[in-house]
């Protein structure tokens, strides 16, 4: 008997791990359109702009997308469009001639935080800077990314109040932007 229950759970378990598959493999996606990402992220592709980033999946993402098509936002409570409780992602094509360099991607991000107030933290590497701002009135959180190759850029912000701080701060954040490509 016992012979029989051991062999029920070895096969039971090579079962359970075979039905489970590779969860994290993705399709090809056309065009803004979501694959199933990390086990709770989908991931937003914009093959226009040739980048990608994961969000939760808990998220609904908005449309129309943003701006000739650069980017969309995705809400945590898709009927207000207001909602401040959102991801929203964009993409450029710098106008200059030459890619972006180390020294171009610092003087960008010096420019762009020196009116920020309630700046708590910051980085800036050789094709990226972030940066997080806290509301001293209310605690809301607002990060950002900008990730640069070539002569193009993704930004992504996340903004949040403390009461979403478990499902958009902290790894999940972290997530999110270490999620980013750029082809």
């Not at 020196?114 to 607002?142: A, P």
């Amino acid at each position: 008997m016992k012979k029989v229950l051991s062999s029920i759970a070895i096969v039971a378990a090579g079962l359970f791990v075979a039905s489970c598959g590779n969860k994290n493999a993705t399709s090809t996606a056309n065009e803004g359109q979501a694959e199933q990402a990390a086990e709770g992220f989908t991931t937003y592709t914009n093959d226009k702009f040739g980048y990608s980033v994961d969000v939760p999946d808990w998220m609904t993402r908005h449309d129309p997308e943003m701006g000739d098509g650069n980017g969309t936002i995705y809400l945590s409570n898709p009927d207000d469009m207001l909602d401040i409780n959102r991801i929203d992602i964009g993409a450029y094509n710098d106008s200059y001639d030459e890619a972006f360099t180390p020294e171009r991607v610092k003087s960008r991000f010096e420019s762009d935080i020196e009116d920020l107030n309630n700046v708590t933290e910051k980085e800036c590497g050789d094709t990226y800077y972030t940066f997080t701002r806290k509301s001293e009135e209310d605690g809301h959180i607002t990060m950002t990314k900008n990730l640069f190759k070539d002569k193009k850029y993704v930004v992504v912000t996340i903004d949040y109040d403390a009461d979403k701080a478990d499902k958009l701060g902290g790894d999940v954040a972290k997530h999110i932007f270490n999620s980013i490509t750029i082809k």
